[in-house]
């Protein structure tokens, strides 16, 4: 009488963790192609870039399409020392 709960119970379980690993990455893909993390990745990309080069370093607008792995970067500068 245990052995078929236990059964129904692991089943789930591997059900579960199936759905979360499928649904993450699909989230993930939203989230970045709405344009709700551009922000952020713009300002860590500036912090890299002025980190890296020692110098200032300007990008009005950012944006990622993951469906067609292509990055979009407006008025990019970079200034020396």
């Known amino acids: 009488m245990t052995e078929p709960?236990?059964?129904?119970?692991?089943?789930?379980?591997?059900?579960?963790?199936?759905?979360?690993i499928a649904a993450v990455p699909i989230i993930l893909m939203l989230v970045l192609s709405s344009g709700a993390a551009d922000d952020y990745v713009r300002?860590?990309?500036?912090?890299?870039?002025?980190?890296?080069?020692?110098?200032?370093?300007?990008?009005?607008?950012?944006?990622?399409?993951?469906?067609?792995?292509?990055?979009?970067?407006n008025d990019f500068t970079v200034h020396g020392r």
């Open 5 to 20: 709960a236990t059964k129904r119970r692991w089943k789930r379980w591997v059900l579960g963790v199936g759905l979360l």
């Open 43 to 73: 300002k860590t990309i500036l912090e890299q870039i002025q980190k890296l080069t020692s110098g200032s370093a300007e990008l009005a607008a950012f944006h990622l399409n993951p469906g067609r792995l292509r990055v979009t970067l």
